[in-house]
């Protein structure tokens, strides 16, 4: 058997965590196996579903690298395959019209919910209980499912193991709407029936819809794929992801400077694990994926977590490749490229100290604009005599070899003859300079800066020092 997987986002938003989740381990099992993974914009919600949405979806999954085999496909471009079956159901008696108002349904809730049952349809337009009535004037009938009275479906879930829910819990749910639209339960189990999906994977909120769907597939005489409920995503305190928790569309995190490798890595292990393994490509991914280790409880999420593993993923990555990356912000920022240092090596000296690209753009700004140092800063690092060394550390350095070891040496070498502490120096240096007080080593610094810059700047600094 050909593994068929598929994911199938309803573009009414940016593509989320869970979705994103949901879809790298539809992508990674498909690919596990060697089997066809597709993509399905299921865009029946017309009034909330926008081009805009559908754009951010095809933009996330081609930034985490998700490619697909077949797709997208949209749902609203086979509204006459989802009429056709329809019309074979309606002719087989599975199905049905119904003309009841959404005012009568409201009423038949209440009376409902007032006796203490649970509200559900009634099944008031069924073809026996309809015997003799006349439909309406003028209105259009919704199409409805007729579910079995009797019995139980039950399956084998991949993550959650057996479910079985009694058809009596489940009423006759709507299939299309008025307009001939149909609904998610029915567009669902048609698409996936046509597309031959043998396994679906999803978020276990669409565990009290897969009763639902099986009880369609058999009415069409469809095979049922396999089905694996994924748990939800929660909040480090244990509530429900949500924007205060740090959940964004996948977007914003290119937006906000994470690689690819690091949320595709952090969103592997958000309910799934391999042994101890926190970090691995998606090679390594792919080659262990199973849905045998998905967990059966909720996964939390942690922003610390990811910061930790793109900061790991920074250090690894390509030079030029991060400048890149980091240009756009760096233009954000009021910064020329251009105006300084080759970014590649401002990156290189820089990509340790840093979790995101905006922090390495941040960290990188007094390469290529001077920045004034508060005085905070100043009335910490510069007292009395200060400005006497940075003016001895100045001369030599208009005549030293301009490399690292040079300027190193040179700036030791000054401290030791004025006998002062490498601190002393470095500190007052480093703040006149770059207007900071933490950067890498200063010989480093200095040495991407260049000479002229270099002494530029000690000049402009130099009379906030006290001699």
Same mark, same amino acid.
């Given at each position: ?151 139980? =479906?039950? *399956?084998? %879930? +991949?993550?959650?193991?057996?479910? $079985?829910? @009694? ?5 006759? &749910? !709507? ?110 991914? =792919?080659? *262990?994926? %199973? +849905?045998?280790?998905?967990?059966? $409880?909720? @996964? ?5 977590? &990811? !910061? ?160």
């Amino acid at each position: 058997m050909t593994i068929r997987t598929r994911f199938a986002p309803s573009p009414t938003g940016y593509l989320h965590i869970g979705g994103a989740r949901t879809a790298l381990f539809s992508w990674a099992f498909a690919r596990r196996h060697g089997g066809t993974f597709i993509l399905r914009i299921e865009d029946t919600d017309v009034e909330r579903s926008t081009a805009a949405s559908t754009q951010a979806i095809l933009d996330a999954m081609d930034w985490l690298g998700l490619d697909y085999d077949e797709g997208p496909f949209y749902q609203m471009q086979r509204l006459e395959r989802y009429r056709e079956v329809v019309r074979m159901l309606l002719d087989q008696g599975k199905a049905y019209r119904c003309y009841a108002s959404r005012e009568e349904l409201d009423e038949m809730r209440e009376a409902q919910r007032a006796r203490g049952e649970k509200p559900r349809y009634d099944g008031r337009w069924r073809p026996e209980n309809a015997h003799g009535k006349t439909p309406p004037a003028g209105v259009e009938p919704i199409i409805r499912f007729r579910n079995p009275d009797d019995g139980v =479906v039950t *399956w084998d %879930d +991949l993550v959650k193991g057996e479910i $079985s829910v @009694a058809n009596a819990e489940l009423d006759d &749910l !709507v299939i299309m709407r008025a307009d001939g639209v149909p609904t998610y339960n029915f567009g669902v189990v048609v698409d996936d029936w046509d597309m031959a999906m043998t396994h679906v994977i999803r978020g276990d909120d669409h565990v009290n819809n897969t009763p639902r769907q099986i009880n369609i597939y058999h009415a069409l005489g469809a095979p049922v794929p396999r089905f694996g409920h994924v748990p939800m995503i929660l909040g480090e305190d244990g509530e429900r992801l949500s924007k205060r928790h740090g959940a964004v569309g996948v977007m914003q995190y290119f937006e906000e400077g994470y690689l690819p490798e690091a949320v595709n890595n952090y969103f592997a292990r958000l309910g799934w694990s391999h042994g101890d393994d926190e970090i691995f490509s998606m090679e390594q991914f =792919v080659e *262990w994926f %199973d +849905l045998a280790h998905i967990s059966r $409880s909720p @996964a939390r999420f942690s922003t610390e977590k &990811l !910061v930790w593993l793109n900061a790991h993923y920074l250090k690894l990555a390509d030079d030029q490749r991060l400048a890149a990356l980091v240009q756009p912000f760096m233009v954000r920022f009021d910064c020329d490229p251009a105006s300084g240092p080759p970014l590649d090596r401002v990156v290189a000296l820089l990509k340790d100290r840093v979790g995101t690209i905006a922090e390495l753009a941040q960290s990188a700004i007094y390469f290529y604009r001077r920045l004034e140092a508060s005085e905070a800063l100043r009335e910490q690092h510069y007292s009395l005599g200060t400005g006497a060394a940075i003016d001895a550390l100045r001369a030599r350095l208009g005549d030293v070899e301009w490399n690292r070891e040079a300027i190193g040496t040179t700036i030791k070498t000054v401290a030791k003859e004025l006998g002062l502490k490498m601190p002393r120096l470095a500190m007052p240096l480093r703040v006149i300079v770059t207007g900071e007080a933490q950067t890498p080593a200063i010989d480093a610094v200095l040495e991407l800066l260049g000479r002229e810059e270099t002494l530029a700047r000690i000049d402009a600094g130099r009379l906030r020092v006290p001699d």
